[in-house]
């Protein structure tokens, strides 16, 4: 099992529900050598993805979760998405934001997030 920081009792009541089922799975199906970050800070403009996923050996995973139904999603193409939910269109997350810049080793984060 893996380890959720916060802990799952503690974050459930601020999670959105397709965060709570994906948290809730991963804590469960993950093995014990995986950490998992609910809504930490990261980088240098301390952005905040749902989830972090790191395991010592096969590196990091970051996770922004969307909880739609089919019957909300207007309109999917590669440039981006349209929901009834989302005022303006959503980016493909395949693209990098004009907003980031290169990307870092994982060393570089080395004591950057908060330990269980």
Known sequence: MATLIPALGSCA???????????????????EDYLLWWDVPIGPKQTRPDFVILHPRRGALILEVKDWRLDTIRSATRKGT?????????ASPRRPSPNTSAP?????????????
């Open 104 to 116: 870092r080793p994982l060393r570089a984060w080395a004591g950057t997030l908060p330990k269980p």
């Open 13 to 31: 009541g601020r999670m959105q529900s397709g965060e709570r089922k994906l948290a809730e799975r991963l804590e469960q199906k993950l093995e």
């Open 82 to 90: 349209r929901s009834a939910t989302e005022p303006q269109p959503l």
